[in-house]
């Protein structure tokens, strides 16, 4: 069984960055995608970025929402099981809790993911 834990996040002011890590634990598919999501009070589950390794990370399918591209920036680190998510030119509408999720392909929405990792604060102020 996959398990996710997300680590980083924490506060920061608009046009700061902060950097989110997540880690797979447990049996994973040979091909596969980690995606971060993030959900703010009252809004729905909403897409961020998905990395889906290939032979090595070089080589991976990524995909980012409209929202973050230009910005953010997803990438596997080391084992195929951890990546990280580097947030660049913050801004207060980037304030949720962010998930970590694992997927069998590449997927840009909430129900295809099966694993979800326990979430992370990320607070942006102006």
């Not at 950097?19 to 971060?36: I, K, N, V």
């Not at 596997?76 to 980037?94: C, F, K, T």
Request: aromatic share 12%; proline share 2%; with cysteine.
């Amino acid at each position: 069984q996959v398990q996710l834990v997300e680590s980083g996040g924490g506060l920061a002011q608009a046009g700061g960055s902060l950097t989110l890590s997540c880690e797979a634990s447990g049996s994973t598919f040979s091909r596969y995608t980690m995606g971060w999501f993030r959900q703010a009070p009252g809004k729905e589950r909403d897409f961020v970025a998905a990395i889906m390794w290939s032979d090595n990370w070089s080589d991976a399918n990524i995909t980012y929402a409209n929202s973050v591209k230009g910005r953010f920036t997803i990438s596997g680190v080391g084992a195929r099981n951890r990546i990280h998510l580097q947030m660049n030119s913050l801004e207060p509408e980037d304030t949720a809790v962010y998930y970590c999720a694992a997927a069998p392909a590449m997927s840009k929405v909430a129900h295809g993911y099966y694993v979800w990792g326990q979430g992370i604060q990320v607070t942006v102020s102006s």
